[in-house]
């Protein structure tokens, strides 16, 4: 069984200060990653896929990484618009659905 | 273009009745799938389906929950005898299939049985 795992948990960061969230995870052979952003009251936001080990995707202050075991989603200079639960996902060979973890709430003080 | 359409938004039932959750894909999408989410806990995988065919229903209670996704018109997430457990936002997300489609996810509908 597909197995995902987030830390931490929730995270609080000042304006500017850089960090990263964390996604573990096991599944019997990776088709895609999936980094989605999803704001109180929203539905699940898609902000990258990621296929391979050593792959790195970025979207303004974001920045995905891969391994054989996790993803790290890196935020540099965050601003309070990026406060969001951050959800990682995986899709194994065995089927089309994606497996989420209970995602990281990040909050960025002004 | 819009996107993934859910209504309800918001569904109130009281128990023992029977709750309609509708979806409708983005255009030239043909690949449904839906996840709900509980208070505090992740999303959780309920149905896949594709026009007139349920691909993989796994995630699915037995009993009281049914899914369809008609040739025509939107697909319908059906829940008979609601209880106090249903409660719980319901996600509808959908994809043109193959390698490179992420899902893309509704707003939601925000299922309440008292």
């Known amino acids: 069984e597909d197995q995902v795992t987030q830390s931490p948990e929730a995270l609080r960061l000042q304006e500017g200060e850089s960090s990263s969230l964390n996604c573990s995870y096991t599944?019997?052979?990776?088709?895609?990653l999936f980094w989605y952003r999803q704001d109180p009251g929203k539905g699940p936001e898609f902000l990258f896929t990621?296929?391979?080990a050593g792959e790195e995707k970025e979207k303004e202050r974001l920045k995905a990484t891969l391994t054989k075991k996790e993803s790290f989603l890196h935020i540099t200079a965050p601003k309070p618009e990026d406060s969001a639960t951050y959800l990682c996902a995986v899709q194994g060979t065995s089927g089309s659905r994606l497996t989420f973890g209970e995602g990281t709430q990040l909050t960025v003080n002004p | 273009n819009a996107g993934v359409m859910q209504n309800p938004r918001h569904l109130v039932r009281r128990r023992g009745q029977e709750a309609r959750l509708r979806c409708s894909p983005m255009k030239g999408h043909s690949h449904v799938y839906w996840y709900r989410q509980l208070p505090e806990e992740g999303l959780k995988f309920m149905v896949y389906l594709q026009k007139e065919n349920i691909i993989d229903e796994s995630g699915m209670p037995k009993e009281r929950f049914s899914a369809e996704f008609p040739k025509e018109g939107p697909s319908i997430l059906r829940i008979q005898q609601v209880v106090r457990g249903d409660s719980a936002a319901y996600f509808c997300?959908?994809?043109?299939?193959?390698?490179?489609?992420?899902?893309?996810f509704g707003n939601g509908t925000r299922l309440t049985v008292t």
């Open positions: 990621l296929y391979s």
């Open positions: 599944v019997s052979g990776l088709r895609g």
């Open positions: 997300a959908s994809s043109p299939g193959g390698k490179d489609s992420p899902l893309h």
